[in-house]
């Protein structure tokens, strides 16, 4: 079995760490396997190899950002047993970040755990109770009806169209990037979406809620 070449896995110790995640797989029906200590280190590489590849390509490319960034290097070579409910909610807390990242961080460290607990190695999850808020620290500046007229007048297209959908039906950035005429179901008043734009191509849109109609205050001319 090629795990790396002796470049990557220069020692004994970065060679049983590389097979770490392949041993606690191949042992999870042993009873005996209570007696070794499952690092999360071992943990994210089992996530990335089995789990990954079923999460779409853009948030996998967010949560390999947050495990490698923040996750496997303060807690990489802990034994999944050490791991506190208080330890993790002060760690987070001192990151240096906004409320929201912490936040994604939390929720990072949650679904790990919860793949631990599906793969048995452990009985609950100690992130449950880990409380971190991600609500925003400003108030968000709300344009007046008058102050969105003024934008949408110092905008050429096709900017003032993108700024019109988004104002008037709250996407994000990546469904308007997917937005087009064939989006339009026709005469009647509701628009359907269920295509996004990122990565560079067309991906379903984050919440299912978007592939419903969103309500439209006008009729929408077919599209020929």
Known sequence: MLIGTVEKVATRADAERAVEHLR?????????????????????????KEEMPNVREDAAKSYRGILEKWIRPRWGTHALQSVKTMAVESWIKSIPRSPNTRGHIRNM??????????????DRNPIDLVRQSSKRTKIPRVLTPEEFKKLLNQLAEPYRMMVLVAGCLGLRISEILAFDGATLTGRISSCWFSE??????????????????CPSTRTWPRPS
Not at 32 to 42: E, L, N, R
Not at 111 to 119: E, H, K, S
Not at 196 to 208: G, Y
């Open 109 to 122: 460290m949650h679904l790990l755990f919860n793949c631990v607990v599906r793969w048995e190695l452990v």
């Open 196 to 213: 996004a734009w990122s990565m560079a191509r067309r991906m379903t849109p984050k919440q299912k809620r978007l592939k419903h109609c």
């Open 24 to 48: 606690v797989r191949i042992n999870a029906e042993n009873l005996q396997h209570q007696f070794y200590s499952v690092t999360i280190g071992a943990v994210i590489d089992r996530y990335v």
